[in-house]
C-alpha cells in the first residue's frame, strides 16, 4: 500500500500517476466543505449501509456487491456529480479501488484525487480496519445507518 502515517493532515495534495493527486483525508473534506470539490463515495452499497457513509457525499459505486462487478453507470454517474470547473475526491474503503476510479476520471476529463487511508482505513495487526487511519478514525462526518 502507498499509505504512510506521515501523510494524515497534509495540507498538499501527492503527486500520482494518471491522476490529480493523493490527498489526506482531512484536505479532501475541507476541499469539498470549502464547495472546491464533489467528494464521491465509490464504495458500494453495501459498505456504505452497513460500515457508515458520509452524509452529502454523492454514492457511486466503482464495484458493486456481490461479486465485484464493475458498475456500468460510474463513467454517467461520475459526469453527472461534478460540475465543469471542480475536483472530485474519492473514497473508498482503503484507498484502493478509490484510485482505480480517480484514473478513470482523469480519463473522463476530471480533476480527480484519491483520499489516503479511505473510509476504514489499513488493517491493524489483527487484521481489523477503523484502528489505523481512515475518514472515520479521523473525526470527519460521518453516520451509521
Known amino acids: 500500500m502507498r499509505h504512510d502515517a506521515g501523510s ?13 493527486g493523493d490527498v489526506s483525508a482531512e484536505l479532501a473534506c475541507a476541499w469539498w466543505q470549502a464547495g472546491e470539490a464533489v467528494l464521491v463515495d465509490v464504495r458500494s452499497d453495501a459498505e456504505r449501509e452497513w460500515v457508515g457513509f458520509v452524509p452529502g457525499a454523492v454514492p457511486l459505486a ?12 460510474f463513467d454517467a454517474g461520475l459526469q453527472a456529480a461534478v460540475p ?17 476510479a ?14 489516503l487511508e479511505g ?12 484502528h489505523r487511519g481512515g475518514w472515520r478514525l479521523r473525526g470527519l462526518p460521518w453516520r451509521q445507518g
Open 119 to 130: 473510509f476504514e482505513g489499513d488493517p491493524d495487526a489483527n487484521a481489523q480496519r477503523g
Open 84 to 100: 465543469a470547473g471542480k475536483k472530485v475526491v474519492l473514497l473508498c474503503r482503503s484507498g484502493v479501488r478509490s484510485i482505480a
Open 62 to 73: 466503482w464495484k458493486q456487491w456481490p461479486g465485484m462487478a464493475m458498475n456500468p453507470q
Open 8 to 20: 494524515a493532515g497534509a495540507t498538499a495534495a501527492q503527486a500520482a500517476a494518471g491522476y490529480a
Open 102 to 115: 480517480a484514473k478513470r476520471a482523469t480519463e473522463l476529463g476530471l480533476e480527480a484525487y484519491n483520499i
